[in-house]
């Protein structure tokens, strides 16, 4: 055996009660935490039975008020076919009890904190969900706070989360369904979509992509996102996360499909546009003037994170006559004294800035305040003042820094495309920047998600392509729903 539940799937109970027990202790035989009990039922017909459960998984009160009180004091007759179905008709109280021989989904069952009742001279056990551990609860996301909207986020429980949605979409054209992922953790999957609105064939490539994935096991749900997505070697996102159950419903809406991962708070949803990374949360809970002030300050911030280095090193290192005389001689003051090269300077200070900004994310709350005013404040000053690094520079990488702050979802991106065209910059000047850029915009044009253009927003310069790109309109005006869905009435 090599420790996977599937290897079990063609192994039935065997009607015995002391071999089935045994059956399972060899499977848990070095987990400490499996627990048998043994229940002798005193009716008409004794009845002997065990319960099985892993410690820890299960809620103790729903075992004995659920399972051991009623079949201690069971009095009605066995009028089933099998003792089986006896316990679980007319005996037990639990929620959901079901009836199987499949030693396969009976630890699906037991893995998942359901318990197992074993039945004397039964080839059939009974599996009752009693599960019981402790979920963190409900919480506003760190990384997704709103100054005006709901302030709740997902849990690391699957179910817990998919009642959030349900709560949001009170309808049942909301379809989940289960699949397991992961060769050995056996991850629950929930396939989120509203059933009228979404592309069936986009459905069915999703459960085509999970049921291709062979890994071990599945932790996070960005395993998935990084073994489903369309370009696994794009420095841009093709498959959106969130923590927020308003995002997912409203992407759902839209007519796309939610992922609910088990055991993470990060949902995925997919198709993700490139317009998406220039989206907030709150957007939709201003007034759409406020909304598209803020959307068209990213789109700016984008540009100027990406674009300011390069083009200061490129002006100055090959084209200084663009330069007003008057501060081109500045400039110069400036840089004069200073042991590195704009180039060298320039990749310093823009690894120091992300060694600040890691740091501070990864360190304590309370230290995170002291670490960016030394960091920010003192060192720079003191380098500057000692002719290590030059004003200009500092200056311009502080800007194209606190512009990417702007744009959470595309740090990766920007810092990538940063250096690239540092470097285009340094060798080709402002051809090698113009290269890069257009490189850059072939490469997001050229990508999809889930079979979808990446810029289908962008296809066409008109009013309804636009209005929730570039600006967000009013609701009134939003009356049809995303390109790619051919669904496309939401109201009116």
Request: proline content about 3%.
């Amino acid at each position: 055996m090599s420790g996977r539940v599937s290897d079990y799937k063609n192994i039935k109970l065997q009607g015995d009660l002391e071999k089935d027990i045994q059956l399972f202790k060899e499977i848990f035989k070095k987990d400490s935490v499996l627990r048998i009990k043994r229940i002798v039922a005193r009716k008409k017909e004794r009845l002997n039975c065990a319960l099985i459960y892993l410690d820890g998984m299960t809620d103790a009160d729903q075992l004995n008020e659920a399972i051991i009180k009623p079949i201690l004091t069971a009095t009605v007759e066995n009028e089933s076919t099998t003792q089986a179905e006896y316990i679980e008709k007319q005996v037990l109280f639990a929620r959901d009890a079901k009836t199987t021989d499949s030693v396969e989904k009976i630890l699906q069952g037991l893995l998942y904190g359901e318990a197992l009742i074993l039945i004397d001279n039964s080839c059939y056990g009974v599996t009752v969900d009693v599960k019981g551990w402790r979920t963190r609860g409900i919480s506003e996301p760190q990384d997704e706070r709103v100054l005006q909207g709901p302030r709740e986020g997902f849990d690391e429980a699957a179910l817990l989360n998919l009642a959030m949605i349900r709560r949001k979409l009170q309808t049942p054209d909301l379809c989940t369904e289960m699949m397991r992922v992961g060769q050995r953790t056996g991850t629950l999957v929930f396939v989120c979509y509203l059933d009228t609105l979404v592309d069936q064939k986009a459905v069915a490539e999703i459960k085509k992509r999970l049921s291709a994935i062979c890994i071990d096991g599945i932790l996070d749900s960005n395993y998935i996102s990084e073994l489903i997505r369309d370009s696994n070697h794009s420095f841009f996102k093709t498959a959106g996360s969130t923590e927020r159950p308003d995002t997912v419903a409203a992407r759902l809406l839209e007519g796309r499909i939610a992922l609910v991962v088990d055991g993470t708070p990060m949902v995925i949803t997919l198709p993700y546009l490139f317009s998406e990374n220039f989206q907030s949360d709150e957007d939709y809970y201003l007034s759409f003037f406020s909304a598209t002030v803020g959307r068209m300050l990213r789109y700016i911030c984008f540009f100027i994170a990406i674009s300011i280095p390069a083009v200061f090193i490129a002006i100055t290192t090959f084209h200084r006559q663009l330069l007003p005389t008057s501060l081109a001689i500045s400039i110069a003051q400036l840089r004069g004294g200073v042991p590195f090269s704009p180039l060298t300077e320039c990749l310093i200070l823009i690894f120091i800035f992300e060694i600040l900004k890691e740091t501070g994310v990864r360190m304590p709350q309370s230290l995170g305040h002291a670490l960016s005013i030394v960091g920010g404040l003192v060192v720079g000053q003191a380098a500057v003042d000692a002719r290590i690094i030059s004003t200009p520079m500092l200056i311009v990488i502080a800007i194209s820094g606190i512009s990417g702050l702007m744009i959470p979802r595309l740090s990766t991106a920007v810092f990538y495309y940063r250096l690239i065209f540092v470097l285009l910059s340094a060798f080709l000047g402002f051809y090698g920047f113009i290269l890069g850029f257009c490189a850059m915009l072939m490469h997001i044009i050229s990508l999809s998600s889930l079979g979808v253009d990446y810029t289908i927003s962008l296809r066409r310069a008109d009013f309804q392509n636009l209005k929730d790109t570039f600006f967000r309109t009013s609701w009134r005006s939003m009356r049809l729903r995303p390109n790619f869905n051919k669904n496309s009435k939401r109201q009116g």
